[in-house]
């Protein structure tokens, strides 16, 4: 699920690292604060390292013959509390990004916001905390992280899914993406939520105090929302208003004919309008998000400059001059 | 199960890769971060049918790669985990856009292929650049560099830990991996039934070793708030480097 810089446009992808990083300085600052800091960083080094490990474990299901990963933000948050799995989430997710070119540079905090910010800091405490809030028990560890699991992947999957359409790299209309996104991550989800349940059952298990003690210090835990969120929405406010001081005065068809075909194609309305103001808040940031003027579209062939056989032998030619140059420096080097 | 030796051996070959003494090499980090981070977000900038703009953008991969004496292969496997998704969007894209850009010859070519192929150029030259910054850049002088940033510093160091943790909790899972396997017969992967314990497992065994290595570093002196780094000379090549790339990075995109 990690996105690409390919499918992102700068200034979606520029949003989202200020938003990611400013969640990840507010986090520091939280847990700079509090005495457990110095005795919890190496068991975050730890737990972030085994998520990283377990996501390469293939898991079968029996009977199917099908095989999954693990994403990890619950677990994570399960066993650490939500600030520190959030930071430990965004350390993997750069790790990620860095060795093994999962998740561009640029895509970098889009990845940090769906699958740390969205898991960790918003439901784990949402949803995960108060369905454990009467007491652990098998059970309950069980229910609550099948459905945060699955909540968080359904929640991840959609801002996805926004994220590349307010970037305008797929041509694919809201409702089809939508479609195609949601019902496969609604089986990752419950799938991830099963394998997070099992490993926090059995480190209940062997070890309750881990999970317990670090319940208990509710100092690290119980980080204010309405904080969190008042940051977010005036980030959202600063950013939108910087970017709309760059945007084209005339914003494309493409916001009205995504509306278009969603409503009418995939008879999904109850569905977006349920979203409607996130979605019309998303709708007017995609208007002001074209702030490179010379956008070519599809609509607008005039536009498409360049793009003609002669366009595309000088391509050829440059990269064969490119290939050239690299060739030539490689044998002067060894000479 | 996935080569988790394989895996082990690829963090690695980065890790030695890294250690080369090339002019690539020996670049402030700084210079290199944003560099990088520059010539990634010029690309990104580029419209969804802009395939043949690109073109001029292909000498930066293939310049450093030369500069820094890095293996095209390993690099290109690296390129193949992003490769599904962008795939994905690019072939939608072929289906929802049908229109014909232009014709080559007898051939009409859609404003859907053009956007696939574009999507594939982007994602191909913005997956170098960050591997460049890593394979020429030890972790080490990376987390140095990001201190200076002001990235605080405990997030660096969450940083530092996980990954130095990866290496060791890569062995442990690669033994333990073996063991599973020996017992399973010929099944392949691990059971869901037994994931718990088994990643429950490693968590634990990860838990008492760190918590052992702490109190060992902290009897040594060790505190989390550590001096810090000295600062790295930014040399003439440093400062014509990132003044270069940035230039001719925007003087192909606005011409």
């Not at chain 1, 929302?225 to 406010?237: D, E, Q, S």
């Amino acid at each position: 699920m990690h996105m690409a810089d390919a499918l992102l446009s700068p200034a979606v992808a520029m949003t989202m690292n200020v938003v990611s990083a400013a969640a990840i300085g507010i986090s520091v600052k939280k847990i700079k604060k509090n005495e457990l800091g110095e005795k919890i960083i190496p068991l975050m080094g730890v737990a972030g390292a085994m998520v990283f490990a377990a996501q390469m474990v293939d898991i079968t299901i029996p009977l199917t013959g099908s095989s999954g990963h693990l994403g990890g933000g619950i677990l994570l948050a399960g066993l650490l509390g939500s600030i520190p799995a959030f930071l430990s989430m965004a350390a993997i997710l750069i790790i990620q990004c860095l060795f093994f070119a999962d998740g561009g540079l640029l895509a970098l905090g889009s990845n940090i916001f769906v699958l740390g910010v969205v898991p960790c800091l918003l439901i784990y405490p949402l949803i995960f905390k108060p369905l454990i809030k009467a007491g652990l028990s098998y059970k309950r560890i069980s229910v609550a992280s099948i459905i945060s699991a699955a909540a968080g992947l359904q929640l991840g999957a959609f801002i996805v899914v926004l994220l590349t359409l307010l970037s305008r790299i797929t041509a694919l209309p809201f409702g089809t993406f939508l479609v195609l996104m949601q019902p496969i991550h609604l089986v990752i989800g419950i799938f991830e939520g099963i394998i997070t349940a099992a490993v926090l059952c059995f480190v209940y298990n062997m070890r309750p105090e881990i999970i317990t003690s670090l319940r208990s210090d509710e100092g690290l835990d119980n980080i204010s929302m309405k904080k969190i969120l008042a940051a977010f929405a005036v980030l959202a406010v600063v950013i939108g208003g910087a970017l709309s001081l760059l945007a084209s005065e005339h914003p494309d068809g493409l916001e009205w004919s995504v509306e278009k075909t969603t409503a009418r194609v995939f008879g999904i309305e109850t569905e977006l309008e349920a979203e409607g103001s996130i979605y019309e808040n998303a709708e007017s940031i995609q208007g002001q998000t074209a702030f490179l003027p010379d956008y070519a579209f599809a609509s607008d062939p005039d536009n498409a400059f360049g793009t003609s056989l002669s366009g595309l032998i000088g391509a050829f030619i440059t990269f064969l001059a490119a290939g050239l140059c690299g060739f030539v420096i490689t044998k002067a080097k060894k000479s | 199960m996935p080569d988790l030796s394989t895996r082990v051996r690829e963090i690695r070959a980065f890790d030695s890769l890294a250690a080369g003494k090339t002019v690539i090499h020996n670049l402030n980090p700084l210079t290199k971060i944003l560099s990088t981070f520059v010539f990634i977000i010029i690309i990104a900038s580029f419209g969804r049918y802009d395939f043949i703009r690109l073109a001029p953008y292909l000498f930066y991969p293939f310049v450093v790669m030369a500069l820094a004496e890095l293996p095209y292969k390993l690099l290109l496997s690296r390129i193949l985990i992003v490769l599904p998704f962008c795939l994905l969007a690019g072939i939608t894209n072929v289906i929802f856009e049908r229109t014909t850009a232009f014709t080559v010859g007898s051939i009409a070519i859609s404003f859907g292929v053009l956007s696939l192929a574009t999507i594939m150029l982007k994602m191909y030259l913005c997956v170098m650049a960050a591997l460049f910054l890593i394979a020429t850049t030890k972790i080490t002088d990376l987390t140095k560099e990001l201190r200076r940033l002001h990235i605080p510093m405990i997030f660096v160091i969450i940083l530092e830990m996980t990954f130095r943790y990866i290496g060791v909790l890569f062995e442990e899972l690669y033994s333990m991996a073996t063991a599973y396997k020996l017992r399973s017969g010929s099944k392949k992967g691990v059971n869901i039934k037994h994931i718990g314990s088994f990643l429950g497992q490693l968590l634990l065994r990860g838990f008492d070793r760190a918590e052992r290595i702490h109190t060992a570093m902290r009897c040594r002196g060790y505190t989390l708030y550590q001096v810090a780094p000295r600062r790295r000379k930014i040399s003439g090549l440093d400062i014509f480097t990132l003044v270069f790339v940035c230039f001719m990075s925007i003087l192909f995109r606005v011409m």
